[in-house]
């Protein structure tokens, strides 16, 4: 079983604070997302990776800052965390065969900015 | 963006009952898929039809697919108090290899025992 590993559930941390949240996927998946969930506004893309060292900007990704430098891993930085990044973080990954476009996620990190 | 949106928004039924959720879309797409997610946890995957499909089953889930109305239903028949999640649908464009998925703000489903 693909297995995705969020390095924390719960966060708390002050605004200002540099913050990483941690993914890892033992599958050897190319691709790895990061996600914020928010009440009412579903699942949006924060940032993705296609491979090691790539990275694609998704539709909300001011703020944050991404780091992949190996494949199994895939970091989400806020640089200087501000009250409204309060949210849950869900990471994922999937392979690039064709065909195979399906996303395996993490349990997610929910993160409170004080 | 968001793209698919989904219907109605919660839903509560009885245990034994059928769950219909819907879910629209605005442009083409390759595939469709619909996830899971229990409360406080991540999304699982639980199935998908692509766009040359018009119906698909697993276990006690069917998903039908109308690209002409832009629109998917997922079914659970015979539900269980176990089935209450959120559910969310899926498009995949397949802009490429690593085209990425959009999803919808998702349904609430409540089954009560």
């Known amino acids: 079983d693909v297995k995705v590993t969020q390095s924390s559930r719960y966060l708390v941390k002050r605004t200002g604070e540099k913050v990483f949240l941690e993914c890892v996927q033992d599958?050897?998946?190319?691709?790895m997302f990061w996600y914020r969930q928010d009440p009412g506004l579903g699942l949006r893309l924060i940032y993705f990776?296609?491979?090691?060292?790539?990275?694609e900007k998704g539709d909300i990704p001011e703020g944050y800052s991404v780091s992949r430098e190996k494949k199994e891993r895939f970091s989400l930085i806020l640089e200087s965390a501000s009250t409204n990044q309060t949210s849950m973080y869900l990471c994922?990954?999937?392979?690039?065969?064709?065909?195979?476009?399906?996303?395996?996620f993490g349990a997610g990190t929910r993160l409170s900015v004080l | 963006s968001q793209q698919g949106e989904e219907d109605p928004q919660a839903l509560s039924i009885q245990e034994g009952e059928n769950a219909t959720m819907n879910c629209s879309y605005k442009?083409?797409?390759?595939?469709l898929q619909w996830y899971r997610q229990n409360s406080g946890r991540g999304l699982v995957h639980l199935i998908l039809?692509?766009?040359?499909?018009r119906e698909k089953h697993s276990g006690r889930l069917r998903v039908t697919l109308d690209t002409s109305k832009k629109s998917s239903s997922l079914l659970i028949t015979a539900s269980r108090a176990a089935d209450t999640a959120s559910y969310f649908c899926?498009?995949?464009?397949?802009?490429?290899?690593?085209?990425?998925?959009?999803f919808g703000k998702g349904i609430t489903l409540s089954v009560r025992p």
């Open positions: 599958m050897d998946h190319e691709n």
């Open positions: 899926a498009t995949d464009r397949n802009t490429g290899a690593n085209s990425k998925l959009t």
């Open positions: 442009t083409s797409i390759n595939n």
């Open positions: 994922a990954s999937r392979t690039k065969i064709f065909g195979k476009n399906i996303q395996y």
């Open positions: 039809i692509r766009s040359n499909e």
């Open positions: 990776s296609y491979d090691v060292k790539m990275k």
